[in-house]
């Protein structure tokens, strides 16, 4: 059974940093590409970073972030991570981690976890 499982999250003030991680188990890992998503309440969940399968060469990111965000993986754990610098308000929402299987067969969500940028 696959699982995702994402912790990190919590409230920090606006200008501060978090660091989300995504277990993933029940699956090859190396062949998934991976990456974070949002959802604020009231709005549509939106792509935050991706990163590519095997080795994760290529990242992609929301215009958004850029610059503040870095999506990272550890193939030889199973995990993801989201370093989220300089935090707004806006960023505030529930974060979801994706796994993606290659040609997008299979699709896995994990449970999400809340961030709250707030002083």
Not at 12 to 28: D, E, F, H, I, N
Not at 61 to 73: H, Q
Not at 81 to 93: G, I, S, V
């Amino acid at each position: 059974q696959v699982q995702l499982v994402e912790s990190g999250g919590g409230l920090v003030q606006p200008g501060g940093s978090l660091r989300l991680s995504c277990a993933a188990s029940g699956l090859t890992f190396s062949n998934y590409a991976m990456s974070w998503y949002r959802q604020a309440p009231g709005k549509e969940r939106e792509l935050v970073a991706g990163i590519t399968r095997g080795g994760g060469v290529i990242t992609n990111y929301a215009d958004s972030v850029k610059g503040r965000f870095t999506i990272s993986r550890d193939d030889a754990k199973n995990m993801v991570y989201l370093q989220m610098n300089n935090l707004k308000p806006e960023d505030t929402a529930v974060y979801y981690c994706k796994a993606v299987s290659g040609g997008g067969y299979w699709t896995y969500w994990g449970q999400g976890t809340q961030v709250t940028v707030s002083s």
